[in-house]
């Protein structure tokens, strides 16, 4: 069973600081992975896909990085904005799995402070 | 990419009674559409995927005669919580796709249960 960790589970920096939340995953049959943007009480927000084939993708300040042999992942951030204060969830869609669902790590709940 | 409706954003319901909620795709055609359910500090899990015009399949543990989905049409999808317990109160999402199995997933803005 694929199994998604994320760390740090938590991080606090001042505004103007680079970021690397990571992200593993447990089985490399993979179709793609996604980061995502939660806020409080809201749905998610996607932020990067990156497909299997892929080693990375970027978007204005963000840039997620994919190693599928050793099922790592890393997201980005540069010059964290006190508006990036969100908890930022890493999910893979399982090749061979049950009508391509997603599995999800727990999170980084990041804290950018002014 | 897509955009998903999701109704009610949150509700308040008494122990006991039902609960109904919907998952609209305003503007793609949704074969299949997921629901997950987050408790506080937790990752999300999926319950059941919901396939347009049949059954749902329902994850392990999950009963589906408590969790009723319906999928009547490409842009409709229904989750609705049966004799609710303040144990149910969760944060419920549903999720669409597109027909390859690469696409992007995109989410509703889910719904807040509260049973009281």
């Known amino acids: 069973k694929q199994e998604v960790t994320q760390i740090p589970a938590a991080l606090s920096v001042p505004e103007g600081e680079n970021l690397v939340l990571n992200c593993s995953f447990t089985?490399?049959?993979?179709?793609?992975l996604q980061w995502f943007r939660q806020d409080p009480g809201k749905g998610l927000t996607s932020l990067l896909l990156?497909?299997?084939?892929?080693r990375e993708q970027t978007s204005g300040r963000l840039n997620a990085s994919l190693d599928k042999s050793s099922g790592r992942s890393t997201l980005y951030i540069a010059a964290s904005q006190p508006g990036d204060s969100a908890t930022y969830l890493c999910?893979?869609?399982?090749?061979?799995?049950?009508?391509?669902?997603?599995?999800f790590g727990r999170g980084t709940q990041l804290t950018v402070w002014p | 990419g897509a955009v998903v409706s999701q109704h009610p954003s949150w509700v308040i319901c008494k122990s006991g009674t039902s609960v109904k909620i919907e998952c609209r795709s305003l503007?793609?055609?949704?074969?299949?559409m997921f629901w997950y359910r987050q408790f506080p500090k937790q990752s999300l899990m999926l319950m059941a995927t919901?396939?347009?015009?049949?059954?749902?399949?329902?994850e392990q543990g999950v009963e589906k005669d408590k969790f009723l989905i319906n999928h009547a049409s490409l842009t409709l999808s229904t989750l609705t919580v049966t004799s609710a317990h303040p144990e149910d109160s969760s944060f419920y999402i549903c999720?669409?796709?597109?027909?390859?199995?690469?696409?992007?997933?995109?989410f509703g803005q889910g719904t807040r249960l509260t049973v009281v």
């Open positions: 999720s669409v796709k597109g027909g390859a199995e690469n696409t992007e997933a995109f």
């Open positions: 503007d793609f055609q949704a074969t299949t």
């Open positions: 999910a893979v869609r399982g090749r061979g799995s049950t009508l391509g669902r997603l599995y």
């Open positions: 089985d490399s049959a993979i179709y793609n």
């Open positions: 919901s396939n347009e015009g049949s059954k749902a399949t329902y």
């Open positions: 990156i497909q299997s084939s892929q």
